[in-house]
């Protein structure tokens, strides 16, 4: 695709997608459409039906088809996200959330739901917010809910800042080791996306992700765990009894992570949890006594 190359919305479409693909893009097609109606202010719809684009349009749809091909994130170039029912604006420094994780994210606003109804305030935390995402979900789902979130990098703390403000969402920088001990005994809901990516498997992670996603939220020591180990310390120290954590992980850990709850003693109804596509997703578990 150069400035001799097609200019027509078709023509710019099939080049893209060829040249997507050609670098292991794996949506090529779907990415292509995605940025050419960023580029042209249009719905997805839109594009086929709306008049042909610009010289300036084709150029600089052209850059951004080449970051693309490059494996910088399709979320860094059209600077949002989507997630369940909001959008998140989102770039480098952060996390890009992904749609796997809003089945975490609903089941949480289920349990918030469930407190509610009782005619209760739920109060939820979400540990390493990142992007804000899960806790934009609760806040804007359970409109009654006291929202908790905290956020270990700065850069992240930042994106998930600009997204949760005039939320009503209590957002705090700091480690989620040690956060919160005004909330101790009192929360419903503790949720979490930890890092959970084995440094053993830095060559087997995609670049959007290796290359561009924040250390912080990826890495987790030699199993992927030591995260996940902290979350479900947190999480103990946090929930009231009865409450509950919901905490995500890699597919590989359909076994070790709910271990980690099993393990400790103190939670009842541990259970894994699968996506969309049936792979092992999240862990949740229900606090019985204090450890």
């Not at 480098?92 to 796997?100: A, I, S, T």
């Not at 804000?132 to 703390?157: C, Q, T």
């Given at each position: 695709?150069?400035?001799?190359?097609?200019?027509?919305?078709?023509?710019?479409?099939?080049?893209?997608?060829?040249?997507?693909?050609?670098?292991?893009?794996?949506?090529?097609?779907?990415?292509?459409?995605?940025?050419?109606?960023?580029?042209?202010?249009?719905?997805?719809?839109?594009?086929?039906?709306?008049?042909?684009?610009?010289?300036?349009?084709?150029?600089?749809?052209?850059?951004?088809?080449?970051?693309?091909?490059?494996?910088?994130?399709?979320?860094?170039?059209?600077?949002?996200?989507?997630?369940?029912?909001?959008?998140?604006?989102?770039?480098?420094?952060?996390?890009?959330?992904?749609?796997?994780?809003?089945?975490?994210?609903?089941?949480?606003?289920?349990?918030?739901?469930?407190?509610?109804?009782?005619?209760?305030?739920?109060?939820?935390?979400?540990?390493c917010t990142g992007s804000?995402?899960?806790?934009?979900?609760?806040?804007?789902?359970?409109?009654?809910?006291?929202?908790?979130?905290?956020?270990?990098?700065?850069?992240?703390?930042g994106w998930a800042s600009?997204?949760?403000?005039?939320?009503?969402?209590?957002?705090?920088?700091?480690?989620?080791?040690?956060?919160?001990?005004?909330?101790?005994?009192?929360?419903?809901?503790?949720?979490?996306?930890?890092?959970?990516?084995?440094?053993?498997?830095?060559?087997?992670?995609?670049?959007?992700?290796?290359?561009?996603?924040?250390?912080?939220?990826?890495?987790?020591?030699?199993?992927?765990?030591?995260?996940?180990?902290?979350?479900?310390?947190?999480?103990?120290?946090?929930?009231?009894?009865?409450?509950?954590?919901?905490?995500?992980?890699?597919?590989?850990?359909?076994?070790?992570?709910?271990?980690?709850?099993?393990?400790?003693?103190?939670?009842?109804?541990?259970?894994?949890?699968?996506?969309?596509?049936?792979?092992?997703?999240?862990?949740?578990?229900?606090?019985?006594?204090?450890?």
């Open positions: 695709m150069t400035a001799a190359g097609p200019t027509d919305t078709a023509g710019l479409l099939r080049a893209a997608t060829a040249r997507l693909a050609e670098a292991g893009v794996p949506s090529p097609g779907a990415d292509a459409r995605v940025l050419l109606a960023h580029v042209r202010g249009l719905a997805l719809g839109a594009l086929t039906l709306a008049a042909e684009p610009t010289a300036e349009e084709s150029r600089r749809f052209d850059e951004l088809v080449a970051r693309r091909a490059a494996r910088e994130p399709l979320q860094h170039l059209t600077g949002t996200a989507a997630f369940r029912h909001v959008e998140l604006a989102v770039g480098p420094g952060v996390f890009v959330p992904r749609p796997e994780t809003e089945l975490l994210a609903g089941w949480a606003v289920d349990r918030a739901r469930e407190v509610a109804a009782t005619g209760g305030t739920p109060v939820a935390v979400d540990l804000g995402a899960v806790a934009l979900s609760l806040v804007s789902e359970v409109p009654d809910a006291r929202v908790h979130a905290v956020e270990l990098d700065e850069s992240a703390h600009r997204n949760l403000a005039g939320s009503g969402a209590d957002l705090r920088w700091g480690d989620m080791a040690d956060a919160f001990p005004d909330l101790d005994g009192a929360v419903d809901v503790v949720v979490g996306n930890p890092p959970y990516i084995p440094l053993t498997a830095f060559e087997s992670v995609a670049p959007e992700v290796r290359d561009h996603d924040p250390a912080l939220a990826l890495w987790s020591g030699d199993d992927g765990l030591d995260a996940m180990r902290v979350l479900e310390r947190v999480a103990a120290r946090l929930l009231r009894l009865g409450g509950w954590v919901g905490a995500e992980h890699a597919d590989a850990q359909a076994a070790s992570a709910p271990a980690v709850f099993s393990q400790a003693g103190c939670w009842t109804d541990v259970r894994d949890h699968v996506d969309l596509a049936g792979r092992a997703r999240f862990v949740t578990a229900r606090l019985t006594h204090t450890p």
